[in-house]
């Protein structure tokens, strides 16, 4: 399955931006999709994590009831809607497939990242 993510943009804080996953390949709805993102000069950290048929989500805590994570696999897609921007959301988002973890170690297929920047 090869991912890729878009979506990103640089907005001004409060706003809002949706962003996508979308696959090739058909194994797409056999794996949990993870939402990981990187900020400038900090480690990848894990966001948000739906399960292959979207019965459950994980959020990390400083998302919690601003993000949303969807998926759409009659179209190979997964979202995430993100509301509520802060400056600190500021990142590269990337995408990944695997298992339905909170870790970067429990994906093994990554799609490249989309920017996202906000400001204050």
């Known amino acids: 399955v090869q991912l890729q993510a878009s979506g990103g943009g640089s907005v001004q804080a409060g706003d809002s931006l949706r962003l996508s996953c979308a696959a090739s390949g058909r194994a797409f709805s056999d794996y949990a ?4 993102r990187q900020a400038p000069g900090k480690e990848r950290e894990f966001v948000a994590a739906i399960t ?3 019965v459950s989500t994980r959020y990390t805590n400083s998302v919690k009831d601003r993000f949303t994570v969807s998926r759409d696999n009659g179209k190979n897609t997964a979202y995430l809607q993100m509301n509520s921007l802060k400056p600190e959301d500021t990142a590269v ?3 990944a497939t695997g298992g339905f ?3 970067a170690a429990g994906y093994n297929n990554w799609g490249q990242g989309t920017l996202v920047t906000v400001s204050s």
């Open 52 to 54: 292959w048929n979207g």
């Open 101 to 103: 973890a909170a870790a």
């Open 93 to 95: 988002y990337y995408c």
């Open 33 to 36: 999709v993870g939402w990981f």
